[in-house]
């Protein structure tokens, strides 16, 4: 007898075949029996009649930032209830493993550092202690470059030693032999800010052997972006790793309007058998910290000293303005009317106030007003209008860019409660299957299966992201005719609707109420490499 029996259903296969009407059968884990129209159905412990709706492998979010949320929301709501059952953490180069990069993740979702047990020494320390809070739903992770090099080298401006790439590329490696799924850079960060092309293909060398991927926030989104594209083709090119391209986007006046000929360069190096991909969140603004407008040459803390002296403070307020040599500020061609406060230590007022409107209550340019800010708050973070909703449509349409979210598995009463935080969280899949879907931007089932196959199969996530007999039985029903997101940027901590249950591992996680938390991390090195 089965376990589990989905009947009445549209199956939406998860690999762009058409919806056809039938049932799932799950047996322990596993998808056992998928059934036709008529075909008799088997006996089942437990039965979800889901007539008129629709049945798809759980949505897999590549991007994600909750490295540590399941050490505080082991539900992960935000996301579970978008029909996620997996999620990719260790992004942009941020990872809570190797150890000093763990302070930085715990920020991310406004954690004091301290406030938790950090206390584990290698990654698969960390993945153990992660695998023992028993998410709801599955995470596996990537090694942040970021977290490789505070370990090696601190935050130091320079180039590492050969001591410290060595460090580096050993320390990637007890990651990737724990179970990471590759290795990550965030390189308008720091201190990935600071590496090289070259230094980056040194460390990435071992991704290869353990079948990898190189994922990168790009070292620019705006008028950089088609250098920053070809330069994370080239470090796969280098190295014969995968390439992944993190939330691709066109960002700026500079940029605007050039999604179609990005997408073409992306073509073309594919043709010159470049292996790359992408994925992209379905929104017109970014979501960032503050302290990223700043140039490498300055962070938060130094603040004070570079304003003291007056010749320095004027290269910087015009570096911040302007943008310098190599180095694009992320407000440049946008208007600092259109960068938003999320969150502000102290300060609740300022949420969801523009840099721009802050200058002016405070009578105060608004570059200092970001300076001003900044030094009150190193950790303040910002949402950027910064994109035009035609460039987001047409990567959308593009069947081979996954749909991922940038954002973190978070609850209207957690630690992010009083942050403005980007709708992203609560919304993603909902909004793509449905305001996109419904108004024609992409197929239903193209739509699914960037949100399911495609991620599983390049990021090696096992026998996931399809119905079919064998495959793990994680599992999203919901009405195609009502699911949508309903979070806001001025409303955000609003849960998705239309999702109807959630089932990892063949347990039903959320079926209207939270039921049992089933995820686990998911390792690399379970399965053969290559
Ligand atoms: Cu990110
Ligand atoms: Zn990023």
Known sequence: MLDLLIAGASIVDGLGGPTVPGFVGVKSDRIAIVGGEGQSEPEAAQRITAMGHAISPGFIDVHNHSDLVPFVEPWMDSMLRQGVTTVVVGNCGTSAAPPAGAAEAAELMNVRPDQLDLSWQTFAQYLERLDACRPAINVAALVGHGALRRQAMGMERRAPTADELSEMRRLLAEGLDAGAVGMSTGLIYAPGIHASTDEIVEIAQELPRYGGVYASHIRGEGAPVFDAVAECIEIGRRTGAPSHISHLKVETSRAWGRAAELLALIDSERERGADVSADQYPYAAWESSLSSCLPAWASPEELPALRSDPATHERLRTAVQRGEEGWQCCADGLGWDRIVIVGHAGSDELTGRSIQQVAEDRGADPVDTVFDLLMADPNTSVIGHAMLEEDVRTILARDDVMVASDGLGISPDGPMAGFNVH???????????????????????????????????????????????????????????????RATFGAPHLYAEGILAVIVAGRVVWDGEPRERAGRVIRRSEWPYG
């Open 423 to 485: 709708p992203r969280y609560y919304g993603t899949f909902p909004r793509v299957l449905g305001r996109y879907v419904a108004e024609g931007v992409l197929p239903l089932e193209t739509a699914v299966k960037k949100m399911t196959s495609l991620p599983a199969d390049r990021f090696a996530l096992g026998n996931r992201g399809r119905i079919h007999e064998g495959a793990v039985a994680d599992l999203v029903v919901f009405d195609p005719a009502s699911v949508t997101d």
